[in-house]
């Protein structure tokens, strides 16, 4: 089965993140806005209970809730053209990435962490660089916490689905 680890922030950032996603996401109605923080990958179901799980609610026992802040939207352009909230990186979530690629957990990166939540992707090129153009010139002032975690897993629709959620600084 396909997992993924992620992190939903709070509603306020949801509805700003969706506010966007429900015209330029295709991937709206399969996953609500999320950071990423472990890109998908496949295990067994008794590998997830017996190793990955205790793994990870070793890391959420020793990682401190933290606060992150949004103030402007970036691109992954021209690699793809997806458009997203900017996360302005800091040493927390580096360190909480890092951490989700060691022990049992798949050391696998196929890209460099980019803390972001998507609000556009699969757009033609016209249509990116006219929503871009638009959006760059948006300025944001949203500062949000996190405090957990979610372990997911997909679906055979493609949709994501929480399967444990992890609360940092918890034991």
């Known amino acids: 089965m396909r997992y993924g680890i992620a992190v939903f922030p709070s509603k306020k950032v949801q509805d700003v993140a969706n506010s966007y996603r429900k015209r330029y996401d295709p991937h709206y109605a399969l996953i609500p806005p999320h950071i990423t923080l472990k ?25 401190e809730p933290f606060s992150y802040g949004i103030y402007k939207v970036s691109s992954f352009s021209p690699v793809t053209n997806t458009i997203y909230l900017k996360v302005e990186p800091s040493e927390e979530i580096f360190d909480l990435n890092d951490k989700l690629h060691t022990g049992s ?17 699969k757009l033609s ?3 990116f660089f006219d929503v871009y153009g638009s959006l760059s010139m ?18 055979e629709n493609g949709a994501w689905s929480v399967y444990e959620t992890f609360r940092l600084g918890e034991g």
């Open 39 to 63: 890109e998908p990958f496949d295990a067994e179901e008794n590998e997830i209970e017996e190793k990955i799980i205790p793994e990870l609610k070793q890391i959420a026992k020793n990682t």
């Open 105 to 121: 957990l798949p050391e696998k990166k196929d890209f460099k962490f980019v803390p972001h939540i998507t609000i556009a992707q």
């Open 125 to 127: 090129d016209d249509e």
């Open 138 to 155: 948006n300025k944001f002032d949203i500062q949000d916490n996190i405090g957990r975690f979610q372990l997911l897993y997909q679906l």
